[in-house]
């Protein structure tokens, strides 16, 4: 199970990096880089998670226009990540762009469409975006686009991965934020889960960032986690 818990390493420094990287080394086999590490770090981020022996989940959430996104993917996917993400909202075309892009680059990551941030609810989504869906519906709707698109799967919330599945198919992948441990602050987060209902629901990855990166024994905690998945 350890292999589908990836770890959110939302650091800005090189050493603070290095530091967790180090400290994790011993049970996480999978490391997300996000915004704040990567434009921090730049490609230097993905080398030293590569020289630790990690995969790499590079988290941009890319969302442009197709040609800027192609060519962004193209260059990215060099870099030797495992999985790569775009904004599903970008759309069909540029979605396939994206596919396109990673397809002529040097490697060939898992490409990922994200539906709706779980920072997100249904008062955001109605009153705020415009979007006058269920929040549910939406997601599955992203989805099916993403699919249609050629994409290996989606970055959804635990709570729309089992209808996910049955439109997409059990084999179309669904990358899980928003896991909290127990009775643990939220934070930013609106539509949340622990790891084992997570699981259960038909998630193929978890990532947790917080509840592991800001504990005092970040190995401990993710090893306990990866005990209560089995």
Request: glycine share 8%; hydrophobic share 40%.
């Amino acid at each position: 199970m350890k292999d589908k818990i990836i770890v959110a390493c939302d650091v800005s420094s090189k050493d603070e990096f290095i530091h967790l990287a180090r400290k994790l080394q011993k049970s996480a086999s999978f490391i997300k880089i996000g915004m704040e590490c990567f434009y921090s770090l730049g490609n230097e981020s993905v080398t030293i998670a590569k020289d630790f022996g990690y995969k790499v989940f590079l988290d941009l959430k890319l969302h442009d226009i197709p040609n800027t996104v192609e060519r962004s993917c193209r260059s990215l996917s060099r870099l030797g990540v495992d999985i790569l993400n775009v904004h599903a909202l970008g759309g069909l075309e540029m979605m396939k762009a994206a596919k396109q892009g990673i397809q002529t680059g040097t490697n060939s990551p898992l490409l990922i469409g994200v539906t709706h941030l779980t920072s997100l609810n249904q008062t955001s989504l109605n009153g705020e975006l415009g979007i006058k869906k269920e929040i549910l519906q939406s997601t599955i709707d992203l989805a099916i686009l993403t699919k249609k698109a050629g994409l290996d799967g989606v970055v959804s919330s635990a709570h729309e991965v089992k209808e996910i599945k049955k439109a997409c198919g059990s084999d179309f992948l669904a990358i899980t934020p928003g896991i909290r441990l127990g009775t643990e602050n939220q934070h930013d987060q609106k539509r949340v889960m622990n790891p084992a209902e997570a699981f259960s629901e038909g998630s193929d990855y978890l990532v947790i960032g917080r509840s592991i990166t800001n504990s005092d024994n970040p190995d401990k905690i993710f090893n306990k986690i990866a005990q209560e998945l089995l």
